[in-house]
């Protein structure tokens, strides 16, 4: 099985997928291999990407880990909530500024305030921080815009979070998930239904939410401007996305 991130792995910081790896990815397809996408986008974002791609009926891992979801036609078979009124009371005392959203699975997310455009897909549902945190959900974001990933590190280590999941972007952007769910146990739940091992799965990533897939693949490789401990966390590094780090990477197998 390969296994692949979708964001700075498949299509670049402005969404477009390059033919050649459009091309290499065909060459998993036509080899027999199931692909499966492990993203932190929510179902609603991931489905273009699978459609772009022309892959057969199979599976997505979205949400990092959260949805596992089976398609054509599109049906969630593993869903994992978590409550968020703790988390969310501690992000509104210690970085009242920053946004929140909270994924209301195949419509889109509930928002405190409106997210730069473009950062996610989908109805976008403005909401108190009492309704917020009011209900599990499978995954709550909090955004900064004028923030840095440093800062948001600083931040998750002040918040303390215990008992959930939580994944440091590029930007000022920290994904809190149930505990224990990843893109690795989103994973785990799909090799049980191929019948594939994890010993033989080929994962590609490049962000802080791709560690536990590249640590736990039977070959995990990170794109060349993935940070330190990502690159780490991986058996391998290939080029950069622009220099065809992932056709490289599928193409010595496929």
Not at 68 to 85: C, G, K, L, N
Not at 152 to 174: D, K
Request: overall charge negative; charged content about 20%; aromatic content about 6%.
């Amino acid at each position: 099985m390969v296994a692949l991130d979708i964001d700075g792995t498949l299509v670049d910081h402005e969404g477009v997928l390059p033919p050649d790896v459009h091309a290499a990815v065909r060459r998993v397809v036509d080899a027999g291999v199931p692909v499966v996408l492990a993203t932190g986008r929510s179902w609603h974002s991931t489905q273009p990407i699978f459609d772009a791609l022309g892959l057969p009926d199979g599976y997505a891992v979205c949400s990092n880990g959260a949805v596992v979801v089976s398609y054509p036609p599109a049906e969630i078979i593993r869903q994992v909530t978590f409550d968020p009124a703790r988390v969310i009371d501690k992000v509104s005392e210690l970085a009242p500024g920053a946004l929140i959203a909270a994924e209301v699975i195949g419509r889109g997310y509930r928002v405190s305030a409106d997210f730069p455009d473009g950062d996610l897909h989908g109805e976008m549902i403005p909401a108190s921080i009492a309704e917020l945190r009011g209900e599990p959900v499978t995954r709550v974001i909090i955004r900064d815009p004028y923030a840095d990933d440093q800062q948001f590190i600083a931040l998750a280590e002040r918040l303390g979070l215990h008992g959930v999941s939580y994944f440091i972007g590029y930007s000022a952007w920290l994904d809190i998930a149930p505990e224990g769910v990843d893109k690795a146990s989103g994973l785990t739940d799909v090799c049980h239904r191929l019948g594939v091992d994890p010993a033989d799965v080929l994962a590609l990533g490049d962000g802080r939410n791709d560690i536990e897939m590249l640590e736990w693949a039977g070959r995990g490789v990170a794109m060349a401007e993935a940070p330190e401990e990502v690159r780490t966390a991986a058996d391998a590094v290939t080029g950069g996305f622009a220099d065809g780090g992932t056709p490289a990477a599928l193409g010595r197998w496929f």
